[in-house]
């Protein structure tokens, strides 16, 4: 994944739910929106949003509140061995 | 009840002699019969610690045979293994770490015919294979005949563990693979280890919590890590534990299950789908490219992987990284034969659909193979890696 964002593992943003930071980082580097997101805009089911130590379905989902220092994690599968 | 030898008691004194695992739990070990899949990068310590730590049966399961390039992170062989089965030479070598547990093992691939019929005579199975198809399988064999399933995967730097299927003191079921990842990433969007590279050390980290995880499960002390993703990134030493819940929409035990069977794992990881769907692009093969180089006519060679593989071994060719080739379209000759060539293969018919679907080449013919089809027919003194 991180080829696609210069290899940077970490992204501050301001966005106050996880749409909006998500969007952010989308619109930063665009090559991630694909991968992250399917034709219809919502996140692909390989990958984990988690808010702290939460998956993002277990709270509100993309709508999840963020605060300031809150830290989203993006978690994909991997499967080597 | 099984009784132990006097070897046994010296050999395990130092699990006796833990108030909490004593005799009990050491009986309990002896007792049980684990499933390990995959005897590679995390199978190796992971069986290694579950021979010396007294599991009764352990079975292996793995088609393959030791490559050199295993030697960089499966400590379980070492030289004089090469070319043969990995099931046999890990039998070989636990048998003298521990002669006093049985090993079998399956030399085949486990499939969707096979699965259920392995599985069933375990108490636990222990996942360390290498693709995605695998891992549902076995993660779908294991919650439809009721066994936990302690899984890692590892990839570069970054390794995650968990157990699946795993039902507590209190009877509660915790969750499985399709509840974390409930689809598997589109094909080639996640490369494997054999692609991208794993750092050696990773799966000698993850392999040996997989195997804490199996025996504090079998002999019923501490607690497992079920329900929670626990992560590892060696190049940070980040580690974090999430929690994984159950999801309503498993299909395999879920609100409203439906699926009671395996399925064809090929076919819903997308694999095969892909390759229809890739355009086939013009080949040349290693044959074909030596005339040109013998005739030494007009072609032109173009390298589109990394600088440092490029520095293990090369054709010669002018060296213009696959992610880097659209905007060194310039640089690509139109008068003449353009021969594209990768590893295998697979980046170089990549990059030839992109240059012909952006800038409407018809000069490109991919090199079948790759320098490694190079190595192997025409000049066996290069390096393959």
Same mark, same amino acid.
């Given at each position: 994944?991180?080829?696609?964002?210069?290899?940077?593992?970490?992204f501050?943003s301001?966005?106050?739910?996880?749409?909006?930071?998500?969007?952010?980082?989308?619109?930063?580097?665009? &090559?991630? %929106?694909k991968?992250l997101?399917?034709? $219809?805009?919502?996140?692909? =089911?390989?990958?984990?949003?988690?808010? !702290?130590?939460?998956?993002?379905k277990? &709270?509100? %989902?993309?709508?999840?509140?963020?605060? $300031?220092?809150?830290?989203? =994690?993006?978690?994909?599968?991997?499967? !080597?061995? | 009840?099984?009784?132990?030898?006097?070897?046994?008691?010296?050999?395990y004194?130092?699990?006796?002699?833990?108030?909490?695992?004593?005799?009990?739990?050491?009986r309990?070990?002896?007792?049980s019969?684990?499933?390990?899949v995959?005897?590679?990068?995390?199978?190796?310590?992971?069986?290694?610690y579950?021979?010396?730590?007294?599991?009764?049966?352990?079975?292996?399961?793995?088609?393959?045979?030791?490559?050199?390039?295993?030697?960089?992170?499966q400590?379980?062989?070492?030289?004089?293994?090469?070319g043969?089965?990995k099931?046999?030479?890990?039998?070989?070598?636990?048998?003298?770490?521990?002669?006093?547990?049985?090993i079998?093992?399956?030399?085949?691939?486990?499939?969707?015919?096979?699965a259920?019929?392995?599985?069933?005579?375990?108490?636990?199975?222990?996942?360390?294979?290498?693709?995605?198809?695998?891992?549902?399988?076995?993660?779908?064999?294991?919650?439809?005949?009721?066994?936990?399933?302690?899984?890692?995967?590892?990839?570069?730097?970054?390794?995650?563990?968990?157990?699946?299927?795993?039902?507590?003191?209190?009877?509660?079921?915790?969750?499985?693979?399709?509840?974390?990842?409930?689809?598997?990433?589109?094909?080639?969007?996640?490369?494997?280890?054999?692609?991208?590279?794993?750092?050696?050390?990773?799966?000698?980290?993850?392999?040996?919590l997989?195997a804490?995880?199996?025996?504090?499960?079998?002999?019923?002390?501490?607690?497992?890590?079920?329900?929670?993703?626990?992560?590892?990134?060696?190049?940070?030493?980040?580690?974090?534990?999430?929690?994984?819940?159950?999801?309503?929409?498993?299909?395999?035990?879920?609100?409203?299950?439906t699926?009671?069977?395996?399925?064809?794992?090929?076919?819903?990881?997308g694999?095969?789908n892909?390759?229809?769907?890739?355009?086939?692009?013009?080949?040349?093969?290693?044959?074909?490219?030596?005339?040109?180089?013998?005739r030494?006519?007009?072609?032109?060679?173009?390298?589109?992987?990394?600088?440092?593989?490029?520095?293990?071994?090369?054709?010669?060719?002018?060296?213009?990284?696959?992610?880097?080739?659209?905007?060194?379209?310039?640089?690509?000759a139109?008068?003449?034969?353009?021969?594209?060539?990768?590893?295998?293969?697979?980046?170089?018919?990549?990059?030839?659909?992109?240059?012909?679907?952006l800038?409407?080449?018809?000069?490109?013919?991919?090199?079948?193979?790759?320098?490694?089809?190079?190595?192997e027919q025409?000049?066996p003194?290069?390096?393959?890696?």
């Open positions: 994944m991180r080829k696609f964002t210069e290899n940077n593992a970490s501050d301001t966005g106050n739910t996880v749409q909006a930071a998500l969007a952010d980082l989308v619109g930063t580097y665009d &090559l991630l %929106g991968q997101l399917n034709e $219809e805009g919502k996140l692909r =089911s390989f990958l984990k949003v988690y808010v !702290g130590d939460e998956d993002i277990a &709270l509100d %989902g993309v709508d999840t509140a963020l605060k $300031e220092d809150t830290v989203l =994690s993006i978690i994909p599968a991997i499967a !080597g061995g | 009840m099984s009784a132990f030898s006097k070897e046994e008691y010296k050999r004194s130092r699990h006796l002699i833990i108030p909490e695992f004593g005799l009990e739990g050491q309990r070990l002896k007792e019969r684990v499933l390990v995959g005897a590679g990068g995390l199978g190796s310590p992971l069986l290694q579950l021979a010396a730590a007294g599991v009764g049966t352990i079975g292996i399961v793995d088609f393959d045979v030791v490559e050199d390039s295993n030697l960089q992170r400590v379980l062989f070492g030289v004089n293994d090469v043969k089965p099931a046999d030479a890990a039998r070989e070598r636990l048998l003298q770490l521990n002669p006093y547990i049985e079998k093992t399956y030399r085949e691939r486990i499939s969707s015919e096979n259920l019929e392995i599985i069933r005579d375990y108490d636990l199975v222990a996942d360390g294979t290498d693709n995605f198809p695998t891992r549902y399988l076995i993660n779908d064999a294991c919650v439809l005949l009721d066994k936990p399933n302690v899984y890692a995967s590892i990839f570069r730097f970054e390794g995650q563990l968990s157990v699946f299927n795993h039902v507590d003191e209190q009877g509660v079921r915790g969750p499985n693979y399709r509840d974390l990842f409930p689809e598997p990433p589109p094909p080639g969007l996640v490369p494997s280890c054999a692609e991208g590279g794993v750092i050696g050390v990773l799966p000698g980290i993850l392999g040996s997989q804490n995880e199996v025996i504090k499960i079998l002999s019923g002390v501490g607690e497992p890590l079920s329900g929670r993703l626990f992560l590892f990134d060696a190049a940070t030493f980040q580690t974090r534990t999430l929690k994984v819940r159950r999801d309503p929409d498993n299909p395999l035990n879920g609100e409203n299950p699926q009671t069977a395996l399925i064809d794992y090929q076919q819903f990881c694999i095969g892909a390759e229809v769907e890739e355009r086939a692009v013009k080949e040349i093969d290693v044959e074909g490219l030596k005339d040109l180089q013998t030494g006519e007009g072609y032109q060679l173009i390298d589109v992987r990394e600088p440092y593989e490029y520095e293990i071994a090369h054709l010669d060719g002018e060296l213009i990284p696959l992610g880097a080739v659209t905007e060194a379209v310039a640089k690509i139109r008068d003449k034969q353009v021969i594209i060539h990768c590893r295998s293969g697979k980046r170089s018919a990549k990059a030839i659909r992109q240059l012909e679907d800038y409407g080449f018809d000069n490109l013919y991919n090199l079948k193979g790759g320098i490694l089809a190079y190595a025409i000049n003194a290069l390096p393959v890696y």
